[in-house]
């Protein structure tokens, strides 16, 4: 899995950039299904994030969330991310 992270209108922090890392080992499980992420987080009074994970069979999925807090927008987001993930595991897996 090929992970971008871009930040719009700010810099990440060393602490944001391990947060983003760490909440981010939570799909470690999709390794193989997943070929790129693209996160993007943007700062405009309040943190806006933007991801857009393409999958190995051509599904891409786009998730996005805001708050104004950086750790529980990341958490809310990865929270999502990780119910996507899995839906579509399951979906491949009862295709095979």
Same mark, same amino acid.
């Given at each position: 899995?090929d992970?971008?992270?871009? *930040?719009?209108?700010?810099?990440?922090?060393?602490d944001?950039?391990d947060?983003?890392?760490?909440?981010?080992?939570?799909?470690?499980? *999709? +390794?193989?299904?997943?070929? @790129?992420?693209?996160?993007?987080?943007?700062e405009?009074?309040?943190?806006?994030? +933007?991801t857009?994970?393409?999958?190995?069979?051509?599904?891409? *999925?786009?998730i996005?969330?805001? @708050?104004y807090?950086?750790?529980?927008?990341?958490?809310?987001?990865?929270?999502?991310? @990780?119910?996507?993930?899995?839906?579509?595991?399951d979906?491949?897996?009862?295709?095979?």
């Amino acid at each position: 899995m090929d992970t971008t992270i871009n *930040a719009v209108g700010f810099e990440l922090d060393k602490d944001q950039s391990d947060l983003i890392s760490k909440k981010l080992e939570r799909i470690k499980y *999709a +390794d193989d299904l997943i070929v @790129d992420l693209l996160f993007r987080v943007k700062e405009d009074k309040k943190y806006i994030f +933007d991801t857009t994970v393409n999958f190995r069979w051509g599904m891409t *999925a786009h998730i996005s969330t805001e @708050d104004y807090e950086f750790a529980s927008g990341l958490n809310k987001l990865v929270d999502m991310l @990780d119910q996507k993930v899995r839906k579509e595991k399951d979906k491949i897996q009862q295709k095979t």
